[in-house]
């Protein structure tokens, strides 16, 4: 890893000493949180004593609200301010357990994001580095992993790429750029695999980046490569909204609004150039249509969204997990956010929907 970062074994010793790593912190059920003068509060069993939550009231409601119209069989929103970490909506529905703390999910495309970090950091690739492909579509086979200038018949940049989750792209530069320990340590920086620096206890996600050369193709393109929380979504955007920088996360009003840093994950250039891949997503890639209305006008006209879509289906029962994960305004954010559904197969609304409604939730609460 590199120096100054969150993965050193002297910085993760201070941080649980403080409490500022998510395996210290209290052990809070936030699913419990209600309102008292103004604020919400969540008891906790350790003391017997409420505790006041850096939640917002009304921005908390509306997630609510879009959770239960979502009508997902469970489903999380987590939002918070990039600039201090403070958790403004820690909103969970269904699963039987906190959703937005619990690594319940496939990462899928989102860890794409991950992956585009890594390649960027090496320093041989840029957003406008260029990559043929043909199929990758819904599956990844050991004879789709070397180019082939007779069968490619598509080719693109990693910028654009990224927008629009080529997973062929991904899968083959990670090949000829990567390694399974390059790509496992940035994910871990970013909060993936590792403990996410929250002042309440939660679970680690789970990554598991195969050393066999299929197997890591296919996980660098975010297909079936452990379980990862919203909260652990969020904190990626995050650390790319602070250009690089990760700010660590709190749910307890206790302190003053103080930007805690602990350390780069990335280059501020690499998290530059991801700002703009990340704005891809909603302009032209995956989630284009649902950031236009019908009459293809954008809905937030006077902001831009940076973001990510994951889709994979599976699991017992069998459910299509639905990603959402970005920050905006995107050149000078204000807010980060993450929404996971779990549908059936058909579903009613998808979590890029859900975050469009939240981020309206959000603009209209300044006004």
């Not at 969540?42 to 006041?52: F, K, M």
Request: charged share 25%; aromatic share 4%; proline share 5%.
């Amino acid at each position: 890893m590199r120096a100054g970062s969150f993965g050193t074994v002297a910085t993760i010793a201070a941080l649980l000493s403080t409490g500022a790593a998510g395996a210290a912190g209290p052990r809070l059920d936030l699913r419990r949180a209600r309102a008292a003068h103004g604020k919400l509060v969540v008891h906790d069993p350790a003391t017997g004593a409420n505790v006041a939550l850096t939640l917002d009231p009304d921005l908390q409601r509306a997630a609510n609200e879009l959770l239960a119209g979502a009508k997902a069989h469970a489903g999380a929103i987590v939002m918070s301010d990039v600039r201090t970490g403070r958790v403004l909506v820690w909103a969970t529905r269904g699963g039987g357990t906190d959703l937005v703390s619990t690594p319940m999910a496939p990462s899928a495309s989102v860890f794409k994001v991950v992956t585009a970090a890594a390649l960027l950091e090496t320093g041989r690739v840029s957003r406008g580095t260029r990559q043929c492909y043909s199929g990758g579509e819904r599956a990844i086979e050991a004879d789709d992993l070397d180019d082939d200038r007779g069968r490619d018949d598509r080719c693109t940049t990693l910028g654009d790429a990224l927008g629009h989750s080529v997973n062929l792209v991904f899968a083959r530069m990670a090949l000829k750029h990567l390694s399974p320990t390059l790509l496992r340590d940035e994910a871990a920086e970013l909060g993936i695999g590792s403990e996410i620096p929250i002042d309440v206890r939660v679970p680690s996600s789970t990554l598991r980046v195969p050393e066999d050369r299929l197997g890591f193709a296919r996980a660098a393109a975010g297909f079936w490569n452990g379980k990862m929380s919203p909260l652990s979504a969020l904190f990626l955007m995050q650390t790319i909204a602070n250009r690089g920088e990760r700010v660590g996360l709190s749910v307890l009003d206790a302190q003053p609004e103080a930007r805690e840093p602990l350390g780069r994950a990335m280059s501020p250039s690499t998290a530059n150039a991801l700002v703009r891949m990340l704005e891809v997503t909603t302009r032209t890639g995956t989630s284009a249509k649902v950031f236009r209305h019908e009459d293809g006008t954008r809905v937030f006209p006077h902001m831009s969204v940076a973001g990510k879509t994951g889709t994979l289906i599976g699991g017992s029962p069998r459910r299509m997990y639905s990603w959402f994960a970005g920050f905006a305004p995107s050149r000078h954010p204000e807010i980060a956010l993450s929404v996971l559904l779990a549908n059936d197969v058909k579903w009613w609304k998808k979590g890029n929907e859900v975050a469009r409604d939240m981020l309206e939730a959000y603009v209209a609460h300044k006004k």
